[in-house]
């Protein structure tokens, strides 16, 4: 029955999207409202970038018809109220970035109060006991006191919103990572049979296949391509932010204790959390602004040395599920120690063969050059 109910609610935030977005799309060419097209930016038509409206509102509307039904049909043990006080403030968590982002999408909203609202935001994760309290023997720490845990979890929902941000700079990779992380902590909530958290993944995941199909096959000409703008990005942030740390967490409440949960859940998260690092270490070394907008993202790279906005996208998804795979896998063989240094070998990996294949395409580059003088 459990299974069957998610299926349903997946399938409805599907049919949703499909609704929602193409009207989204026809008032956006209607009123004009259109991303801007600047220097930075990888493309060159207009194309409306408020394809997250589409996000919260049905994500909230299907988790909370998700409680009532599932309740009704004594489905789960959702009279906990732990459990219910978490996707209340979830819910309005949500609401808040999504108008929020609205505005921003809009008229702009300076980032100080768009960091306000993020850890604001974030504070209602410790409020519902929803905060890093163990870290599996990370360093030799076990059990966190909640004077560490819960700044510490407020800090990782803030950086999880921004990696999530940041990293949505071509079409498809926001989305692609968001519903490839949902679609892998849905299965495993599901496997410890955490059936709200599991369905929040769902919901999550089907309002994002629509968007995706628009935003990487819909034509630009034909007024189909749309953005997610920054009321996607930042509300898409929180959902998984909520879902990563719940997951991570040990709360017998959510699921039972789970000796790899800390890595197999920020995994998920790797490559968009490690680029955002990446990319501020060289803005500080530079002496630049943390949060100007450049160039220095791994997409970006990609894009540089030849890749096409597709290839782009596949490379860069591939790369997520070898290191979803890898922790799932070995979280059951290692500690979280070794498991942390094997995700910095591939991660370092990954960029020594991005080097390489810069240096030799700007060496061909150079060559031809001379060629063409001589």
């Known amino acids: 029955m459990n299974y069957a109910f998610l299926t349903s609610v997946f399938l409805v935030a599907i049919i949703a999207g499909w609704i929602i977005i193409p009207q989204?799309?026809?008032?956006?060419?209607?009123?004009?409202?259109?991303?801007?097209v600047d220097s930075r930016k990888v493309h060159v038509n207009i194309i409306p970038r408020l394809g997250g409206i589409s996000f919260a509102p049905t994500q909230c509307c299907l988790m909370v018809l998700s409680i009532?039904?599932?309740?009704?049909?004594?489905?789960n043990d959702i009279d906990a109220s732990s459990l219910i006080y978490m996707f209340l403030l979830l819910i309005c968590g949500l609401v808040l970035l999504f108008l929020m982002g609205i505005k921003d999408d809009l008229v702009g909203v300076n980032y100080k109060w768009k960091l306000a609202m993020q850890v604001l935001v974030a504070l209602f994760f410790p409020l519902t006991d929803i905060?890093?309290?163990?870290?599996?023997?990370?360093?030799?720490?076990?059990t966190l006191s909640p004077a560490i845990g819960m700044p510490l979890t407020v800090f990782l929902v803030v950086y999880i919103i921004n990696a999530i941000n940041l990293?949505?700079?071509?079409?498809?990779?926001?989305?692609?990572?968001?519903?490839?992380?949902?679609?892998?902590?849905?299965?495993?909530?599901v496997c410890r049979s955490s059936w709200l958290h599991a369905v929040f993944a769902f919901i999550t995941v089907g309002v994002l296949i629509p968007f995706f199909y628009y935003n990487v096959h819909g034509l630009s000409q034909k007024r189909q391509r749309i953005f997610m703008g920054d009321t996607g990005s930042l509300t898409l942030g929180f959902s998984v932010a909520?879902?990563?740390?719940s997951y991570a967490m040990n709360n017998p409440l959510i699921k039972k204790n789970d000796e790899g949960?800390?890595?197999?859940?920020f995994a998920t998260l790797i490559i968009p959390m490690l680029d955002v690092l990446r990319v501020m270490l060289i803005?500080?070394?530079?002496?630049?602004?943390?949060?100007?907008p450049d160039r220095n993202h791994i997409h970006h790279k990609l894009l540089q040395i030849g890749f096409s906005h597709h290839q782009t996208l596949i490379v860069i998804l591939l790369a997520e599920i070898v290191f979803i795979l890898?922790?799932?896998?070995?979280?059951?063989?290692?500690n979280c120690n070794m498991l942390i240094c094997i995700d910095l070998i591939l991660w370092c990996s990954l960029h020594l063969v991005l080097w390489q294949i810069d240096v030799f395409m700007l060496k061909q580059k150079m060559k031809n050059q001379s060629l063409n003088i001589d």
Do not use: S
């Open 68 to 75: 009532f039904f599932m309740h009704k049909l004594r489905l």
């Open 131 to 142: 905060w890093i309290n163990n870290l599996y023997g990370f360093w030799g720490v076990t």
């Open 261 to 265: 949960a800390l890595v197999v859940a």
């Open 24 to 36: 989204i799309v026809l008032i956006a060419f209607k009123k004009r409202l259109f991303d801007v």
């Open 242 to 245: 909520f879902l990563v740390i």
């Open 167 to 189: 990293i949505d700079g071509i079409d498809g990779l926001c989305a692609g990572i968001v519903g490839l992380t949902c679609l892998v902590l849905g299965v495993l909530f």
């Open 283 to 292: 803005r500080l070394r530079l002496r630049k602004p943390i949060f100007l």
């Open 326 to 334: 890898t922790n799932v896998v070995a979280a059951q063989w290692v």
